[in-house]
């Protein structure tokens, strides 16, 4: 008999072994659990602190079940369990010797070793993944400008942060992270710092100092020590999932309520997706969660959950304490890369005013964003994807009866037009909110930004290739083919595409605000833009 052959039928193997198949349907209740409340709430706050004591009664569980089946003297631990153990907890096949009949209790005991194996090379991983964020700290990095040094420290006092905070420029870091607790240090892409408008780089640095107030580099120390422990039990990286994801929000909160400016946060975390990489799990980032989740839920924030919330909860909460009664047995058992802003363009050759009839459905124009909505997924059709939807799937959207029915609808409608089907991350979705964002940013007035002309083409076709720009209007010259000489205009802007699929080459689409009131207007008449004498 070999040394694990023997090993496997020791006392301490088989209630390791009975402690890791309890905590599996034990999890399985905790996870059920916290999906009810995860129904019932959506403060970000409340979801990330009920994803940690989830995870905490995990682990807290899976060691007192280990308490509990240890037997008196198991390899000197004699009096581990001075009590009666439970009925389930000692297989009814399983003689006084430890030996079992040929079933689930002979196989059971070999679960230790396996489990054993596997900490050590996760546990392998995680040192190694520490191992190579610290060493972002010494290598590759330079003191970052005076001005964002301040600009940190000012930052730091308003979260009334007590430690001081070092900010680093690095060439290895591909986006900004936390690095640290004790001595915390925020690193930035070389280059970030200059290419991003100050705001923007504001509302950065707001991000990670509110990963350092909330503590979530520690938080996210024993996050890992967990999924290492546990890495066998799928409801542990769920809930793991959750919180990493709830973490980003609860920044994003921050960041929101501290400064506002949702729009142009949102522009940030989407300029940011150009560098993303594929993390680093020791470090706290920017970039954390899903992207194009986080700006959705920026831009689109969801209302009250309505009142069928508390009845779904209260379905789910009973159904996981009858799934714990019947697990008590007697025995056991079985954007492409987004583009870059619109460059500015002094002269433009000018080709004739391409009309460019707006790709709408015939259903409507989008309904105001304040009136009350009926469900999320009214307002993704009549908003998110009132330019890119067909009136067949329109139509085909509206027949369907259920919200499962919807969301699988919503799945498939991004799944189609996913350039790489089957890859987890689809790039035209991405790129068609980060759109979204900027036309909210950039061109909203009275409207939304989305709502308006340039919204909608932006939208559509993304940034022009060119942009002859005449903001303030006056005087100008016209070309020979609207008739020479010079005139007076109302403020316009003319954008040139070098391709549009299905409309054809050098394509000008012409603006007007006539108003003067920043409101531009798509024309298909150059002369739109003249004043009258």
Aim: glycine share 8%; net charge positive.
């Amino acid at each position: 008999m070999t040394f694990l052959e023997a090993w496997v039928t020791t006392p301490l193997a088989q209630a390791v072994g009975w402690t890791l198949f309890h905590s599996l349907w034990e999890g399985a209740i905790v996870a059920a659990t916290l999906a009810g409340a995860l129904v019932a709430v959506r403060s970000a706050r409340a979801r990330y602190a009920a994803a940690c004591v989830a995870l905490l009664v995990i682990l807290g569980g899976t060691g007192f079940t280990l308490v509990r089946v240890m037997p008196e003297g198991a390899h000197g631990l004699r009096g581990a369990a001075t009590y009666a153990l439970p009925a389930w907890n000692v297989p009814a096949d399983m003689d006084a010797a430890g030996s079992s009949r040929p079933g689930i209790a002979a196989l059971v005991p070999w679960l230790a070793p396996f489990w054993i194996l596997g900490i050590w090379i996760f546990a392998l991983g995680q040192v190694v993944g520490s191992i190579s964020v610290s060493r972002l700290r010494r290598r590759g990095v330079c003191c970052a400008p005076e001005r964002w040094q301040k600009e940190i420290v000012r930052l730091g006092e308003r979260l009334r942060l007590s430690q001081p905070v070092l900010l680093l420029e690095s060439c290895l870091a591909d986006v900004p992270m936390v690095v640290g607790h004790i001595r915390p240090v925020v690193l930035m892409p070389v280059g970030l710092l200059t290419g991003l408008p100050a705001g923007q780089i504001e509302a950065i640095l707001l991000h990670e100092l509110a990963h350092i107030r909330r503590y979530d580099y520690l938080v996210n120390v024993f996050q890992r020590s967990v999924e290492t422990l546990l890495f066998y039990h799928p409801a542990v990286w769920w809930i793991s999932r959750v919180i990493r994801t709830e973490r980003e929000n609860c920044c994003d909160d921050l960041v929101v309520a501290t400064r506002g400016k949702v729009q142009e946060y949102a522009v940030a975390l989407a300029t940011l997706e150009h560098n993303r990489g594929s993390g680093r799990l020791a470090a706290v980032a920017s970039t954390g969660g899903s992207l194009v989740k986080r700006i959705r839920r920026l831009l689109y924030p969801q209302g009250a959950n309505g009142v069928w919330t508390p009845v779904i909860a209260a379905v789910i909460l009973v159904a996981t304490a009858v799934a714990t009664f019947a697990a008590w047995p007697s025995k056991p058992y079985q954007p492409s890369p987004a583009a870059a802003p619109p460059r500015q363009a002094a002269v433009v050759t000018f080709a004739p005013v391409a009309s460019v009839p707006p790709k709408q459905s015939s259903a409507t124009t989008p309904q105001s964003t304040s009136r009350a909505e009926t469900s999320p997924y009214d307002r993704w059709l009549k908003e998110e994807v009132v330019y890119i939807i067909s009136d067949k799937e329109r139509a085909a959207f509206l027949k369907l009866t259920t919200d499962e029915e919807r969301e699988m609808f919503v799945v498939q409608f991004w799944e189609r037009r996913n350039p790489h089907p089957g890859s987890t991350e689809n790039t035209f979705k991405e790129e068609y909110y980060r759109r979204i964002a900027y036309a909210n940013q950039h061109f909203a007035t009275k409207r939304p930004g989305w709502k308006t002309d340039r919204g909608h083409m932006y939208i559509l076709y993304g940034p022009p290739d060119e942009i002859d720009s005449h903001r303030s209007g006056g005087s100008y010259i016209r070309p020979d083919s609207e008739g020479g000489g010079t005139t007076s205009t109302y403020p316009f802007e003319q954008w040139r595409y070098r391709h549009i699929d299905g409309i054809g080459n050098n394509v000008i689409m012409e603006f007007v605000d006539v108003s003067s009131s920043g409101e531009f207007h798509m024309t298909s008449d150059p002369k739109a833009k003249y004043k009258k004498p």
